[in-house]
């Protein structure tokens, strides 16, 4: 229902509106054979963790360790080290890592992959849900109670356990403070999971040879409210949000200097997080690497949302990540890759979650503060 207000607990303390709220009829794609998307009410409305009741969280968590049960679909001497479908995905990311970040293609490239995701928990473990998402403001002064991260049954699991010899998250020169944690996972539905693909520090210039091979370790997690805090705040959504053009857009979301403490909440969420998730390679081995590009999702689509006309189809940047190799810039026919998960897709596929192969929208509400009644 494209025009209606989603229904939730969120509608009790401000209209939280199910983004894009409407669609502007004389927006037409740029391209020929672009229909509209499927029927309204079948859209399906992303919420946020929180809003989540308690078996609908855990639902979403069991749909996520079914695909992690079911055996790898891609051919094993390509990537040895997906075991299971879940890892099929993770690889993929690796795969696509040096032409997917830092670029014209970064949003819309992720945004199929989220909904591939979705959509392998839908049709292949029944999972009756949406792919949930993380307002990180909601939680970033203390992750660790959070209901994503709080270790109870209903979380994505909590922090790893101390490891004093945990490696400081450096960018470069400059290093950030430590977390909390550092070790394995230990608590809620994740706690002692294995994941298959080895856990690289910083940014390699190529995709190392053996980034597909068999390296099991713990999931593990460094949680740090210092950097979530300070790089996922209400104010950075604020200014994602004002972004004039779709430069300015992606800069704010996703700026990474190195050498510097200069970064977006993209890359601020996947450092508050920490170990596997600062691996800019592997990081959708943590479950939360969904909620959390889930929420640039949704401010790309309430971004997009406020100006069609000028928005939807906007794209800037090349192919390749900080354009090195030199690359041709993003353009609406380019096709964007996604191995053994789906055939090649063109960039204007990908551009309107409410066209073609999508039909979805995200409860949110602009500027709300955290609510203090969630089922905890
Ligand atoms: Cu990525």
Request: aromatic share 12%.
């Amino acid at each position: 229902m494209r025009f209606s207000i989603a229904i939730s607990s969120l509608a009790a303390l401000s209209p939280a509106v199910a983004y894009p709220a409407s669609n502007d009829a004389s927006l037409k794609s740029p391209l020929p054979g672009a229909s509209p998307g499927c029927a309204n009410d079948t859209s399906s409305v992303r919420r946020e963790w929180s809003t989540l009741n308690k078996l609908e969280r855990l639902s979403f968590i069991s749909a996520v360790k079914c695909l992690m049960s079911k055996p790898s679909q891609l051919p094993h001497d390509e990537a040895p080290g997906a075991l299971n479908r879940y890892d099929d995905f993770v690889a993929t990311h690796i795969n696509q890592t040096h032409v997917i970040h830092s670029n014209g293609i970064f949003l819309s490239w992720h945004r199929h992959f989220l909904h591939l995701f979705e959509k392998a928990l839908q049709d292949e473990c029944r999972y009756q849900g949406t792919l949930p998402y993380w307002n990180w403001p909601w939680w970033a002064s203390d992750l660790h109670h959070s209901p994503l991260f709080n270790g109870s049954p209903t979380s994505l699991g909590g922090d790893g356990y101390f490891n004093a010899s945990s490696p400081p998250r450096s960018n470069g020169n400059y290093t950030f403070p430590r977390g909390s944690g550092g070790g394995c996972v230990h608590s809620g539905p994740f706690a002692n999971t294995t994941v298959h693909f080895k856990n690289t520090k910083g940014i390699p210039s190529t995709t190392p040879a053996d980034k597909l091979t068999y390296a099991p370790h713990c999931l593990s997690r460094d949680l740090n409210n210092l950097i979530a805090s300070k790089y996922c705040s209400q104010a950075r959504v604020d200014g994602i949000l004002e972004s004039s053009n779709i430069g300015t857009f992606q800069s704010l979301l996703s700026d990474f200097v190195p050498d510097t403490d200069i970064m977006g909440p993209h890359n601020g969420g996947h450092y508050a997080i920490g170990n596997n998730m600062q691996d800019q390679f592997a990081s959708p081995s943590d479950p939360s690497f969904w909620l959390h590009h889930a929420m640039i999702d949704l401010l790309w689509t309430v971004w997009q949302a406020k100006d069609p006309k000028q928005r939807q189809y906007a794209l800037q940047g090349t192919v390749t990540s900080l354009n090195k190799p030199p690359s041709q810039n993003a353009t609406l026919t380019y096709q964007l890759d996604f191995g053994y998960l789906d055939a090649k897709q063109e960039v204007w596929k990908l551009m309107d979650v409410q066209r073609d192969i999508y039909d979805y929208s995200y409860e949110y509400a602009e500027g709300v503060a955290q609510p203090e009644d969630y089922d905890h």
